[in-house]
């Protein structure tokens, strides 16, 4: 079994923000591969379903931490602890501000660089849970990053948004079969960033 939990905030005013793409990402494999019904379980939101492979379907669990962003280990944790899964069975979908807009990376254990959601899972489970990191870019200044990850995406960034979070969703099979740098390939060539930075540049960059 896998654990797939997208980190964000909950409620309807935090929905739109670029520190919610971890949410959106989830939600969007969920309804590509026809998960369950929404229901609470372990402080979260959890959806379950199947992903299909080419050696069958893999029974995963979607996860929405409701504890906001910062506690979002107490859900993972509580979730890993339940189905006794190991941080290998685990990958947290995340904003990545260190990243460009669009761009998409893969890694296992690490450390938190700065992401208080990221710290807070490693503080539950240790390190070595793997990571989807979805690009949204740096506004240029240490002062501005939590106006900017709290902010909601700009209709200019709607199009690379979309095409990102589809891919990361029809790609899925890969995740799910434990092809982590084959299912970052797919991803960016599914949606390419370079797509997202051209769009950018002809409707005039996006400034938190």
């Known amino acids: 079994m896998l654990i797939l939990a997208g980190l964000g905030n909950p409620g309807a005013r935090y929905a739109g923000n670029r520190h919610n793409i971890g949410f959106m990402a989830v939600d969007e494999i969920a309804r ?6 929404e229901r609470s379980r372990f ?4 959806r379950e379903g199947a992903i299909e492979t080419p050696d069958g379907p893999v029974k995963a669990l979607i996860l929405k931490p409701q504890t906001y962003y910062n506690d979002s280990g107490n859900a993972v944790g509580a979730a890993l602890k339940f189905f006794k899964l190991k941080p290998s069975d685990l990958v947290v979908f995340y904003d990545e501000i260190d990243l460009a807009p669009g761009r998409f990376r893969m890694k296992t254990g690490g450390g938190a660089a700065g992401n208080n959601g990221v710290r807070s899972i490693t503080g539950q489970i240790g390190p070595d849970f793997r990571r989807a990191r979805l690009g949204t870019g ?30 990361c969703a029809d790609a899925a099979p890969l995740l799910a079969a434990g092809e982590d740098e084959k299912y970052q390939a797919e991803v960016m060539r599914l949606a390419p960033a370079d797509k997202a930075d051209t769009r950018q540049a002809r409707q005039g960059r996006a400034t938190p």
């Open 43 to 46: 402080q979260a939101l959890t």
């Open 32 to 37: 590509r591969w026809n998960f369950g019904p």
């Open 138 to 167: 740096h506004p240029g200044h240490k002062d501005l990053v939590q106006g900017h990850v709290l902010s909601d995406f700009h209709k200019v960034e709607q199009g690379w948004v979309s095409d990102l979070l589809r891919a």
